[in-house]
């Protein structure tokens, strides 16, 4: 499965996302609207990324666009400092901006309106709805919640115990091929996948 994963953030969590899912095989474009943050995750994933194989032959059309346009890509990851061009062919993007509502609001309206219909868009939140949040976009079949603290996400899946789980939440809306893409991405990087549906959206009693 080709995947193109647009990582929204150059963070701690963006950057261990962008350099995980690299080694992992997937197409990655990291995105920060700060140049010092991009500046601070290109050393990290240069630094870390040692035997990772250098995959430019097999590079995604939109990560080789962003490569060549600004020779930019280390270890499979293509740094770009505007939303639009870190989601434009992306099938599945993740943000990385602080668990609170306003800040989640503002970034889900924004992919929602730039990326593809067919992008699904992945959110990591222990505090908010996805339920309530997929309905404020025009895809709420295509939203889902990582439910983890970024401390929890960003040890290392190769020295961490065989059942290592992550928590996806989901809505009754959440179509089988959302929930599908989602458990394959975090397999391929090593951890074991649970779904529940969202509190929010589940009948009362």
């Known amino acids: 499965m080709a995947v193109t994963v647009a990582i929204i953030g150059a963070g701690p969590l963006g950057r ?26 290109q050393e990290f994933i240069r630094q870390k990324a040692g035997p990772l194989r250098q995959a430019q032959g097999r ?14 890509s280390i270890g499979g990851v293509a740094f770009v400092s505007t939303i639009e061009e870190a989601v434009r062919n992306a099938d599945l993007v993740i943000d990385c901006v602080p668990d609170e509502l306003e800040s989640k609001l503002e970034i889900l309206w924004l992919l929602d309106r730039m990326a593809p219909p067919r992008t699904v868009l992945a959110t990591p939140t222990t505090r908010l709805s996805i339920a309530d949040l997929a309905h404020c976009t025009y895809r709420p079949t295509k939203c889902i919640a990582i439910a983890a603290e970024a401390n929890a996400l960003t040890g290392n899946p190769q020295s961490a115990s065989a059942s290592r789980e992550i928590q996806l939440r989901t809505t009754s809306q959440t179509a089988p091929e959302t929930v599908a893409l989602l458990d394959h991405f975090w397999r391929q ?12 959206d589940q009948p009362s009693k």
Not at 16 to 27: K, P, T, Y
């Open 189 to 200: 990087l090593g951890f074991t996948t649970v779904f529940a549906l969202d509190t929010a």
């Open 16 to 41: 261990w996302l962008a350099l995980s899912a690299a080694r992992a095989g997937f197409s990655v474009l990291l995105e920060d609207v700060m140049p010092a943050n991009l500046h601070h995750a």
């Open 59 to 72: 590079l995604s059309t939109a990560v080789a666009a962003a490569t060549a346009a600004q020779d930019d």
